[in-house]
């Protein structure tokens, strides 16, 4: 009799396991090129948390990282398609389709990381946000990409005239193409999974990253000359598809906004940590890194850039916006 209860009770509980397991009556897939606990990655399920939580466990996110949905430019497309239902990729990936991620992608555009969340938490940021809706996703909020430097393989750079003739990796935008062309050196727009061998390889001399990304993709292991120019402050994004969006109700509609919002300051805190952590990481890893370089011929190398990309009234009105919030 004893035992039968104690199965009965078993199987119960059983039972009411696999039920907790599966309530998430709707689950987003959500991308991400960075490992697991890399701060986007965190961030982002910090937000299925909230919104499960919110929903009474009915709607759930599940974020694939390491790239195992595939690389940036293809998960986009798929986002855009709706088979991906959410995704965290940086703005440069965006540059060539949506021309109004391409202002806060301009080099050295942002004076600081305090005047990029300045500019992005408001107008310019929300007019950016909205951009994507014409291009079957919506924009969710933004999140900390730091600021990205040259790293190389074979020697440390401490002036523009070093870079002559280098051979780096950018992100899949022309912009970032026509960047590097401006410094004097020469641009492979390519995947990131492909940078480390790469470089270890020779077919690039080196890329462009921040101090995160130096650290977890390996990148400092076959490129150990790290020159702290700062040419990017690019922000990155959540973005939802439109048509996954859609399949929502108004209500849920509204909370996965609230909840992308509230990721926003646990992300920021995760991504200072980690600086300082990656930084560490690589400095003991035995990186050269030169932080004395005078910028200003790199600032000025960037007028035709300016001139090829800002255009329209639009994006000229985005960059005096830009540079008139203090
Ligand atoms: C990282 C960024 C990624 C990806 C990568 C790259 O800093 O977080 O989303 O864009 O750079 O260089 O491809």
């Not at 940086?90 to 500019?119: A, C, D, W």
């Not at 400095?283 to 255009?311: H, Q």
Request: one cysteine or more; aromatic letters at 8%.
């Amino acid at each position: 009799m004893t035992y039968m209860k104690s199965l009965g009770a078993a199987l119960l509980t059983s039972v009411a396991l696999s039920t907790a397991a599966s309530a998430c009556e709707v689950t987003l897939r959500s991308s991400d090129t960075h490992p697991d606990g890399y701060p986007t990655v965190a961030a982002v399920n910090a937000m299925g948390d909230m919104i499960k939580e919110r929903s009474g466990d009915r709607l759930c996110i599940e974020v694939f990282h390491s790239a195992q949905l595939g690389e940036e430019k293809d998960t986009i497309e798929q986002t855009q398609f709706g088979v991906i239902d959410m995704n965290r990729v940086s703005l440069g990936p965006f540059n060539n389709i949506i021309e109004e991620t391409q202002i806060p992608s301009l080099p050295y555009i942002f004076r600081s990381v305090e005047h990029m969340h300045k500019v992005m938490d408001g107008p310019v940021g929300q007019q950016i946000l909205d951009a994507f809706s014409d291009h079957d996703l919506v924009g969710l909020a933004f999140y900390d990409g730091g600021s990205r430097s040259f790293y190389n393989s074979e020697k440390p750079i401490n002036s523009m005239a070093d870079l002559a003739g280098m051979k780096f990796r950018v992100m899949q935008s022309d912009m970032f193409v026509d960047m590097v062309s401006a410094l004097g050196a020469n641009a492979t727009p390519m995947p990131y999974g492909e940078v480390y061998s790469s470089i270890q390889t020779g077919v690039i001399d080196g890329a462009e990253n921040n101090w995160p990304s130096y650290d977890s993709s390996g990148h400092f292991e076959v490129a150990k000359y790290y020159t702290l120019d700062q040419h990017l402050i690019v922000p990155e994004v959540l973005v939802m598809s439109k048509s996954s969006f859609d399949k929502l109700s108004a209500e849920d509609q509204a909370l996965v906004r609230q909840a992308a919002k509230d990721s926003v300051p646990i992300m920021r805190d995760l991504w200072q940590a980690r600086e300082k952590e990656s930084e560490a990481r690589v400095r003991e890893a035995g990186v050269e890194i030169v932080t004395d370089i005078d910028k200003t011929p790199f600032i000025e190398a960037m007028v035709p850039v300016y001139e090829k990309y800002v255009t329209s009234d639009t994006l000229k009105q985005m960059v005096a916006d830009i540079q008139a919030t203090k």
